[in-house]
């Protein structure tokens, strides 16, 4: 079957001209990718899926921004260089949301589906196995809202939350105890949130006998940076309040359980939980 695009043949051909260029790739290297005959650019129209699957893969480019002419060549250029780590522009953003994050949410997933989304942003899969390694909040917020688009679970994003905490904690060590009290720690949590990312503030406005009244807001800077609603969607107070959750067992024990009590579109992304203790 022949790639069936609505764009002209010749707005595909210049963009598949422009990644021969910007790459080196040559026509023997196109049949070795592809496994078919390739002797002229012309001929990459009549590829069929598969064989165009094949050379989308390894340029680690989608189908729908290759057809769009919509990707950064480049990062295209230095990822075919061995520069793993490279990101297009509007996957940087302020790097403010580490990668390790963006792992952990899409280890709900299969291998295939983690592909599918690497190629959509651009992202080398080797940038998100490093811990260390920030992208944009976008990104983040992207993986999310896939992750609660393919699972039919709705406490999805809450599990995920909860995960990311417990692979988080190892970071805290000599900051928290297991015989803290959970004020404390979560205080402790609040001061040492770039630990986690960068995003976002959070406090504890009330510590009750039964309960702790938690804050989370998005920094000023980001709001000014990235789009400032970004942070109002549900999938990320969704995933705090999991956090919220998984970070209650650095005691040792189970998960706390943990509410939203307040938040939403117009309130500009700041949200409230409620941390039961009991």
Known sequence: MNLEISHSNRTILRTFQKVKKCTGLSNSDISHICGRVFHEDHQFLQLDLVAIDKFLEYINVDL????????CYNTLAKQMKGDTLSLPEKSRGNLGSRSKTINNA???FSNEKKIFFCRKF???QDLLKADGNRVSGRILG?????VKRYHIDPWILYKVGQLNAIKYL???KGLIEKN???ATAYDTLCAHTDIIEHNMSYRVIKS???SIIFESRPKEATRELLDKELYCDQVFSEN???FLSGFSTYKGGGPLKVEQISGGLESGGVNRFEIFLH
């Open 64 to 71: 729908g921004a290759f057809i769009l002419d919509s990707f």
């Open 106 to 108: 899409l280890s709900f």
């Open 122 to 124: 651009q992202l080398h």
């Open 142 to 146: 992207a993986a999310f809202k896939m």
């Open 170 to 172: 190892d970071e805290f």
């Open 180 to 182: 803290m009290d959970p």
């Open 208 to 210: 009750q006998k039964d």
């Open 240 to 242: 705090i309040a999991g």
